[in-house]
């Protein structure tokens, strides 16, 4: 059974440009989170997709944003990037309907902007 | 306000040592813990998750042991070895919606 596939794994951007990222969860999950995390910190939780709706947000500027399709593979996007954007960011996918559920991590996409 | 704290933030020990790492939550109503391990740069790996009737669940070197009472857990490495080195995270889910909280982690360093 494969597992969380993340794209690209490393891409550099410059600051004011744009970036989509692409989660395609494990075969039958219907969960897709998406996390940051940059050098020493943990995990800052960005949203969640089920059934192609957000259910959850985290704190994140509106220069996040997300969605989900009818495969449940799963985009991010960050528009005007910024320094500070440099980050790992993860993905995970989960059987769970009611979110409690084991979550299965990507390899992670790491972005570069400078 | 639902909370994870893990304690130490970072610990070496020598190889063949054991050691514990600790966590504390506030999280409630309370549904599921887990114990996750990050290597540097890639996805985190679970490692063991808990529901509120299982006070010990053990995955080889790993043991991880929960106290709903007191809302504690610790994970314990035995034998421990170089790939041990790795980023620990404790994981807290709460019942009713996508309420889940992620510890900062610890930071496991093994020597030879």
């Known amino acids: 059974k494969a597992g969380v596939t993340q794209t690209p794994r490393y891409l550099i951007k410059t600051r004011g440009q744009q970036v989509t990222l692409s989660c395609s969860p494990i075969s039958g999950h219907r969960s897709v989170s998406w996390y940051q995390q940059t050098p020493g910190q943990g995990l800052q939780f960005l949203f969640e997709?089920?059934?192609?709706?957000?259910?959850n947000k985290g704190n994140f500027p509106g220069r996040f944003s997300g969605r989900q399709f009818s495969n449940s593979r799963s985009e991010m996007n960050v528009s005007t990037l910024e320094l500070g954007d440099s980050a790992l960011y993860l993905c995970a996918s989960s059987l769970d309907r009611e979110g409690t559920g084991e979550l299965f991590f990507g390899e992670g996409s790491r972005l570069t902007v400078l | 306000k639902n909370q994870v704290e893990q304690s130490p933030q970072s610990l070496i020990i020598l190889e063949g040592k054991n050691c514990t790492l600790q966590?504390?939550?506030?999280?409630?109503?309370?549904?599921?813990l887990r114990w996750y391990k990050q290597d540097t740069g890639r996805g985190p790996v679970s490692l063991t998750i808990?529901?509120?009737?299982?006070n010990t669940k053990s995955n080889g070197r790993y043991t991880a042991t929960l106290d709903a009472d007191t809302k504690q857990s610790s994970l314990h490495i035995t034998a421990s070895q170089l790939s041990d080195s790795a980023s620990y995270i404790c994981v807290v889910s709460a019942k009713g919606g996508f309420k889940t909280i992620f510890g900062a982690g610890t930071r496991l360093f093994v020597k030879a």
């Open positions: 997709y089920f059934s192609e709706t957000q259910r």
């Open positions: 808990m529901t509120f009737s299982e």
């Open positions: 966590c504390n939550y506030t999280v409630s109503p309370f549904s599921n």
